[in-house]
């Protein structure tokens, strides 16, 4: 088994064999592989950068070039069974928007992001008075990607107010699992399956 | 020159039924000359057909008979190439209407034994894919791994998996569009008007005169070849330099390197290509868009090619078939449900990059030849 990041793991265990999907910021197609390999899944992707894409081409993956915040509108509804967007909702201009897109293009998705009130982005914050720079977001403010942060709470509330439907959900941190109830604090990374509701 | 052009033997077969075509008449029987490179497997399963573009030939990886240049595309076709001639069994065919063997204005009148000139059908893009999937017929092949082509061989690329999409796995598509735009039906008009503008054309009928159109068929090749390049190329390889000499000649000699170079290429070309061969081509480039006969819908071109896996690649400074056209085609095949893959590259070389060295376009063609499925 391939060294897959804890978050595509999680997705890639998750997802059932054989059905239609679409990893949106799909990178050089690591989880598009390993779901070609292990799930029978002829996963599409969409990507903005281009070494990256190259890198998925290379192995025969189907990436085309994009950006989600726009070329999403491309696809028709339902033209998948999953969307999956993982660590790439926080770079986009309006995640809210983007989540409505994900849920028109298929009926469930996954969503994975950082989670920005682990107890070590607020003790940084709180104790600096500067934009937290750790681990999982190793970046300076004014040249991060991340140019939305979310958290566990704030994606919990725009699910429910949007009335999406939570089907499972995972918290990560570093790549131990933590439960729901210690998420907030504890969690570095969060993987939403959401469907509509 | 083009009676000699019009010697050259090459490896072809003669199909003796009728080719329709889509301007309604149809050719009694079709010549069609190719190469091919490596061999047909047992069941028959690893054949890939590359196509031409505007101006290429059959000699996609073996030296041009006329020329003695290296294949046009050697560089991505042969042993251990990203098109794998240890692997792949490929066949590049000359297409209808082209000069170097296949049916066209140069073949003869059945009747007469004449050239047929201008009474040779115009043609389309479709009847080229018609003419190489008899082809294939022919030779015993029904199934290709893949079609490959960039610019028109993009074009004949995208009508095989429009019309025979049981036949291809893959279509891999480079430096195309699924249409003529204005800009570029233009500059063909500009090409085919430099021609017929030269007294030595006549009508034509030159196949047995002393004189060809070799003035107008070099102005439309410089014309066409500007819009290959990019204006960074140009200004990188040329600049404002002087040719030969220090200063200017007040004089409308080619002063430039830009125009020096120019000329050579509009007269080189003649060496190798037909005058009347050039109207046709670009005339069947014209009239060629796919959506059309679907109301302007160029998903319903695909709408029975979903499983076939489609590749496009364009690059950032090609200007005559933008990436915006790829993009176009990459929409369609999402409102069908078509494996697609598509990059914009970065190359300096304008449309031409698709014919030069872009290390990144051949980890992509052997990623969508290889590929796992």
């Known amino acids: 088994m391939s060294a897959l990041r804890p978050d595509l793991r999680i997705i890639a265990d998750a997802i059932p064999a054989g059905v239609r999907a679409l990893d949106i910021g799909c990178g050089d197609g690591a989880l598009m592989a390993e779901l070609r390999a292990q799930k029978a899944i002829d996963a599409r992707g969409l990507e903005i950068d281009v070494a990256a894409i190259e890198a998925a081409m290379a192995q025969g993956l189907s990436v085309v070039q994009g950006d989600a915040n726009r070329d999403l509108a491309d696809y028709p509804d339902d033209a998948f069974d999953y969307a999956i967007l993982s660590q790439t909702l926080q770079t986009t201009e309006r995640p809210d928007l983007v989540v409505d897109e994900l849920l028109r293009i298929a009926p469930r998705a996954f969503v994975s992001f950082p989670n920005f009130a682990h107890w070590r982005v607020r003790l940084s914050l709180l104790w600096t008075g500067r934009m937290p720079m750790t681990r999982l977001l190793p970046v300076a403010w004014y040249e991060t990607p991340n140019i939305h942060h979310v958290t566990v709470s704030d994606f919990r509330v725009l699910v429910r107010d949007k009335g999406i439907r939570v089907e499972r959900a995972w918290y990560l941190s570093g790549d131990k699992p933590t439960s729901d109830a210690a998420a907030a604090w504890r969690a570095e990374h969060a993987i939403f399956l959401i469907s509509r509701g | ?373």
């Open chain 2, 1 to 373: 020159m083009a009676s000699l052009l019009h010697q050259i033997r090459h490896q072809s077969v003669t199909i003796q039924a009728p080719l329709p075509l889509d301007s309604g008449q149809s050719l009694p029987s079709v010549t069609i000359a190719y190469q091919s490179y490596g061999a047909l497997n047992a069941d028959r399963s690893n054949a890939v057909l590359i196509c031409h573009a505007l101006t290429g030939d059959q000699y996609v990886a073996s030296d041009h008979p006329a020329t003695g240049k290296p294949g046009w595309w050697a560089r991505m076709v042969g042993p251990g190439k990203p098109v794998d001639t240890d692997r792949f069994f490929v066949i590049c065919a000359n297409v209808l209407g082209s000069c170097m063997g296949t049916s066209g204005p140069a073949s003869p009148d059945a009747a007469t034994g004449a050239p047929l000139g201008m009474a040779f059908p115009v043609i389309t893009i479709a009847d080229m894919v018609r003419a190489q999937a008899m082809l294939l017929d022919h030779l015993g092949i029904s199934r290709l791994h893949a079609v490959i082509g960039g610019s028109m061989g993009g074009m004949q690329t995208l009508a095989w998996a429009a019309t025979y999409p049981e036949r291809l796995t893959s279509a891999i598509v480079i430096a195309s569009a699924a249409r003529h735009s204005a800009q570029n039906i233009a500059f063909h008009e500009v090409g085919r008007q430099a021609i017929m503008a030269d007294p030595d054309w006549q009508d034509g009928n030159y196949y047995d005169k002393f004189c060809m159109p070799t003035k107008g068929l070099a102005v439309a090749r410089m014309a066409a070849h500007i819009t290959y390049l990019s204006e960074e190329g140009l200004t990188e390889k040329f600049g404002r330099r002087l040719q030969a000499r220090d200063i200017k000649s007040f004089g409308f000699d080619a002063d430039f390197q830009v125009e020096s170079y120019l000329r050579h290429q509009g007269l080189a070309f003649t060496d190798r290509f037909d005058a009347n061969a050039y109207l046709y081509i670009t005339r069947a480039m014209d009239y060629f868009d796919l959506a059309e006969p679907h109301d302007g819908r160029l998903a319903g071109a695909f709408a029975t090619a979903k499983d076939v896996r489609f590749t496009l690649v364009s690059f950032d400074t090609d200007w005559l078939y933008p990436t915006a056209e790829s993009r176009r085609i990459v929409q369609a095949l999402h409102a069908v449900g078509a494996a697609a893959s598509f990059v914009e590259l970065s190359a300096p070389f304008g449309h031409d990059s698709f014919l030069l060295d872009v290390p990144a376009l051949d980890r992509i063609m052997a990623g969508a030849l290889g590929g796992g499925w």
